[in-house]
């Protein structure tokens, strides 16, 4: 691959990775909540999750989607359900009289495993994103392909996307910030989980369209 086809590459990937979306609001509360162990193993998993997508549209695979409509709706309604549980979970806990620690102590509110779990569920029922990296990697994929070619596209897409959401991790972990969030922690917990809550009604509203 040329370089500049790389960087036209590199550029989209980055494009997508750094739209708002859900994504952004459960790493700004993984940050807020236990800090950037939290939003590092978030961005770890997300972008894991964008590996799987990336490696079936370039292994063909992904096929699979357009054949079995019925998984791609699965996986969208198994994705509302959990946009859902997280909305709830978040203003639930913004009610709890639980203090968070302004400190930079190692202990934990939750298992870390919760990070990566949130991290990567959000990419994979999300099949969405298999559409929009097939839109990407048609423009630079052709028969005459090789293996080390798609493998450097998939990397690319998987190494973005986790160093975006590790930046913006510490971005949001930077003392005088952390301070401000940790002090109105639970407003802001209960803020992002009315956006979500109301995002995923938004999603519940395209998903029903969609039958109609």
Known sequence: ?????????????????ASPGPSIILLINSVIKD?????????????LG???????VTSG??????????FSIALEFA???????????????SFQKIPIDE??????????????????LIVFLNPKI??????????????????EYKILMVVTATVIDGLWYILLTFVIAVPKFIKFFKFSAKKIEFFLGVVLLLVSFVLGINITLTFL
């Open 1 to 17: 691959m040329a370089l500049s086809d790389w960087f036209l590459l590199a550029m989209v990937c980055l494009a997508g990775a």
């Open 50 to 56: 964008i590996f799987v997508y990336a490696a079936l």
């Open 130 to 147: 298999a559409a929009f990296y097939l839109a990407i990697f048609s423009q630079f994929l052709d028969a005459a392909s090789n293996l």
């Open 103 to 120: 400190t930079d102590s190692e202990h934990l509110s939750v298992p870390l495993f919760e990070y990566v779990r949130n991290g990567f």
């Open 35 to 47: 800090g950037r162990k939290a939003g590092v193993a978030f961005g770890i998993a997300h972008g």
């Open 61 to 70: 695979l992904i096929i699979f989607l357009s054949v079995a409509p019925w």
């Open 79 to 93: 994705g509302l359900i959990f946009l859902l549980w997280l909305s709830v979970s978040m203003i639930k806990n």
